[in-house]
C-alpha cells in the first residue's frame, strides 16, 4: 500500500529559526514528490514538485530535498517568518498503470507554528 | 483573479439534506480534481475528471456524491442526504497535461448539523 508518513506532526519554532521537516515514502513506482503549504482554512499551494533524478530544489527561503534511494525527503525553511506558520504538506505521485490512472498520496502534514 | 474559485466557501446544512458544491478551475486546465479534508488530516482523494471525462472514483464516493463536468469547464459535485461525517473541506484543483503541479481552490467548508 503506498504511504507518505510526514514527521514531526507539528512544530514550534521562533522567527527568525531555521528547521527541517521530514516525509519518507512507500509509493511505487515513483515518478514526482511535491511539497505543499496550507494555511489554515486555505487550499494547499504549491511550494516544489521533484522529480526522480533531482536531489534538492529550492523556492525562496524553502528548500527540499530528496533521496530516491532512501525514499526520504525533507522541507528545509531558513530564517522562518510569522506568516511560514501553516501546515505542510508532502505528496508522492506514482506512475500511472493508464492514461486514466490517478496515484497520488498526501501525507497528514506538519503542522508549523512560528512564534515571535 | 485566474487562480482556481470555488462556490460556496462555508455550507451549513441540515442532516439528510442535499448539497451542492461548485469548481471553476484554472481556464486552460484539462484536469479537475476534487479532494475531502477533515480537521488534521491530508486531502483525500475524490474524484478526477480530463476535460469532461471522470475518469476516475475514489471508494470514499459513495452513491450519495455525485460528480460532473459537463462542457469540461466549471465541476459540481453532489452530496445527497447528507449525513454528520460528510462535515470536512471539499477542495477542488485542477492541472495541465502530464505530471503538472495541482493548483488547488480555497475549499468549501461543510457543516453538517
Known amino acids: 500500500k503506498n504511504q507518505v508518513e510526514q514527521s514531526p506532526q507539528s512544530l514550534i519554532i521562533l522567527e527568525g529559526k531555521n528547521c527541517t521537516l521530514q516525509?519518507?515514502?512507500?509509493?511505487?513506482?515513483?515518478?514526482?514528490l511535491r511539497w505543499y503549504k496550507q494555511d489554515t482554512g486555505r487550499g494547499p499551494v504549491s511550494l516544489t514538485i521533484?522529480?526522480?533524478?533531482?536531489n534538492t530544489k529550492s523556492n525562496g527561503r524553502y528548500t527540499a530535498t530528496l533521496d530516491a534511494d532512501t525514499k526520504q525527503s525533507s522541507l528545509h525553511i531558513t530564517a522562518s517568518q510569522l506568516s511560514d506558520s501553516a501546515s505542510y504538506i508532502c505528496?508522492?505521485?506514482?506512475?500511472?498503470?493508464?492514461?486514466?490512472?490517478?496515484?497520488?498520496?498526501f501525507g497528514k502534514g506538519t503542522k508549523l507554528s512560528v512564534i515571535p | 483573479d485566474t487562480g482556481v474559485s470555488q462556490n460556496p466557501r462555508h455550507k451549513i446544512t441540515k442532516r439528510g439534506q442535499n448539497v451542492t458544491f461548485r469548481c471553476d478551475p484554472i481556464?486552460?486546465?484539462?484536469?479537475l480534481y476534487w479532494y475531502r479534508q477533515t480537521l488534521g488530516q491530508g486531502p483525500e482523494f475524490l474524484t478526477y475528471?480530463?476535460?469532461?471525462?471522470?475518469?476516475?472514483k475514489s471508494r470514499l464516493l459513495s452513491d450519495r456524491f455525485s460528480a460532473e463536468r459537463p462542457k469540461g469547464s466549471f465541476s459540481t459535485l453532489e452530496i445527497q442526504r447528507t449525513e454528520q461525517g460528510d462535515s470536512a473541506m471539499y477542495l477542488c484543483?485542477?492541472?495541465?497535461?502530464?505530471?503538472?503541479?495541482?493548483?488547488f481552490g480555497p475549499g468549501t467548508r461543510l457543516t453538517v448539523t
Open positions: 484543483a485542477s492541472s495541465g497535461q502530464g505530471y503538472a503541479v495541482q493548483y
Open positions: 516525509c519518507n515514502y512507500t509509493v511505487s513506482p515513483f515518478s514526482n
Open positions: 521533484m522529480t526522480f533524478s533531482e
Open positions: 505528496v508522492v505521485s506514482a506512475l500511472g498503470s493508464g492514461a486514466g490512472s490517478y496515484q497520488l498520496t
Open positions: 481556464s486552460e486546465h484539462n484536469r
Open positions: 475528471f480530463q476535460n469532461e471525462a471522470q475518469l476516475e
